[in-house]
């Protein structure tokens, strides 16, 4: 991009994303593996800015006859951002899924689960007397 003026504008960004998945079946069970990367670069008068990371799932089901059917999946997304003059963040979230599809009664199906997430993040402020982002909570 330029300026009215003509004078260039420091704008120019990149992104490369890759990925693959693969699924693998039998008669009574299903698997699915799958992972994706990616890298953003974004010039700014003040430096590159850059955004990159990846995810990696992986699931699992399987057909219980008549007792039904239960997934298991597992989930991982790591994301860094890089900031200059201002952060540097490291986000990873962590996630695990249980779930169970079964019919008590002719017509009716009953699905429950479980779950849990967990998400870390270090963050450090390049520049706190310009721009700061704190966490609600500091641990010491």
Known sequence: SELTSGAPVRDASSRLRIG??????????????????????????????????????????????SAGRMQVQAY??????RQPGAIDETLDTWDLEFQHLFHPW?????????GWRRLDESLTNLNPGVLALLPTEQKQ
């Open 76 to 81: 991982w997304d790591r994301s860094e951002r």
């Open 20 to 65: 693959l998945r693969a699924d693998r079946s039998d008669d009574d069970s299903q698997w699915t593996l799958q992972a994706d990367a990616y890298d953003n670069e974004v010039a700014q008068a003040i430096g590159q800015r850059r955004v990159f990371g990846g995810v990696l799932l992986g699931r699992y089901s399987r057909d219980l006859g």
């Open 106 to 114: 002719p017509g009716h199906e009953f699905l429950w689960g479980a």
